[in-house]
């Protein structure tokens, strides 16, 4: 606790610093306005509250929302303030125990890693993906001590000491192992109550020594394992689709694999701020590893419902390159994460996309022409997932946003 205090009285309130963050995330000016807006309408904040040197101050700890919570703080301080927040979205009527609940899938994975009662299994993915865009999987394959052991190295990795965390502390995406908190803290409206490890992991992993020690076995195997579960999910997506079960393969919508551990410390004020913003995912299919805390929600007819955790399932929900590439006719859904006074809460997210970076051609993807018709006519335009990611991050992930710019 003392070197955390030692890290708070460090903070230097620089001004005019340059904004690194939003060069590398070639962010637009009308984004930088926009954080500049959001500076400015905030009311409960001293006039010359100067939100930037705020936010590189936290920054420049390293320690994360981690390190404020170990500090022992017990209020949030104002960079984490979302001012819609507390009369707005928040109190939507969520409904956990009602009619609207977002379905369980029962994948039924025998010995042999084959279905039983395969084609009850697509009708139920198929509704699942064209009424929520989000759903829930057990008896999946994946053994429930290869779940425990992840969640349990993604926790190890944040609670070690400040040291070893803080030497992967990066927003540098292109590097194979980072860790920070908010990704986006230099644009968003408002930060949240999370830490995050990213692991970039297919098509080229990184070195079994790359990884952080603490978590590394549980994250090899992990990862293996959530891979085959992408692939086995894209062949049923396929033939809910009506088309042949390699379709969504045979397009590398999956090649792609980012695995983000996120860790959400309990928060003293929880009515105030978010541990996940409202956001789409940009990318294909994202596969979510939860722990039995919640708060978890996703939005659906406008109201903001639980996804309730269930023991050895794993969410499953569709991104925004989905959207587009089935013309609609499946759903890239809103989703969030309250914060909480109970915690901390870990989940891992695995996101599927082609592959990006790293000197690959992007490939373009537009809706799939077997799925057209006279009465079906494409609705986007083709693009690339580093465009489409480009657009998205300048709507500040709102698929909705971003995907209507690609309308055509
Ligand atoms: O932590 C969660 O449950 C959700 C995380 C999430 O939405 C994300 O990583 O995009």
Request: charged content about 20%.
């Amino acid at each position: 606790m003392s070197k955390l205090i030692n890290l708070h009285s460090s903070f230097t309130f620089m001004r005019n610093h340059k904004d690194s963050y939003q060069e590398q995330y070639f962010l637009s000016s009308k984004l930088r306005f926009k954080s500049f807006k959001a500076s400015v309408v905030v009311k409960i904040m001293p006039d010359n509250f100067d939100r930037q040197s705020h936010l590189k101050a936290f920054d420049e700890t390293k320690a994360g929302v981690k390190g404020l919570f170990d500090s022992g703080i017990k209020k949030i301080p104002p960079i984490f303030v979302h001012h819609d927040h507390q009369n707005a979205d928040h109190n939507l009527v969520k409904q956990v125990n009602g009619k609207e609940k977002v379905p369980a899938i029962d994948l039924m994975m025998d010995a042999t890693n084959d279905h039983i009662n395969h084609s009850d299994i697509v009708n139920q993915v198929r509704e699942a993906c064209e009424n929520w865009g989000f759903f829930q999987v057990i008896n999946h394959g994946i053994p429930t001590s290869v779940l425990e052991d992840m969640l349990h190295g993604i926790r190890l990795f944040h609670e070690q000491d400040h040291v070893a965390k803080s030497e992967l502390y990066s927003r540098d995406v292109a590097r194979k192992v980072l860790y920070h908190s908010n990704i986006d803290l230099y644009y968003s409206k408002a930060a949240v109550w999370k830490d995050t490890i990213t692991f970039n992991m297919e098509p080229s992993p990184p070195q079994p020594e790359e990884i952080p020690i603490i978590c590394r076995n549980a994250l090899i195997e992990y990862g293996k394992c959530v891979m085959e579960l992408a692939v086995d999910l894209l062949r049923l997506i396929s033939e809910a689709l009506g088309l042949n079960p390699r379709y969504l393969q045979d397009l590398e919508c999956g090649e792609g694999h980012v695995m983000k551990g996120h860790y959400y410390p309990p928060c003293p004020e929880p009515e105030l701020t978010f541990g996940t913003a409202d956001h789409t995912d940009n990318t294909f299919l994202t596969i979510l590893l939860q722990d039995q805390i919640g708060g978890l929600q996703v939005l659906h007819n406008s109201q903001w419902i639980d996804v309730p955790p269930l023991p050895g399932a794993l969410v499953i929900n569709l991104g925004d390159m989905l959207q587009i590439v089935t013309n609609d006719k499946f759903k890239s859904v809103h989703h969030r994460v309250l914060a909480n006074k109970i915690g901390p809460r870990i989940s891992v997210a695995s996101f599927f996309r082609p592959r990006y970076g790293g000197g690959f051609e992007p490939r373009s993807y537009g809706p799939i022409k077997d799925l057209l018709s006279e009465a079906n006519p494409a609705v986007y335009r083709d693009t690339t997932i580093a465009e489409y990611t480009a657009q998205f991050l300048k709507e500040s992930m709102d698929g909705s946003a971003a995907l209507a710019h690609f309308k055509l």
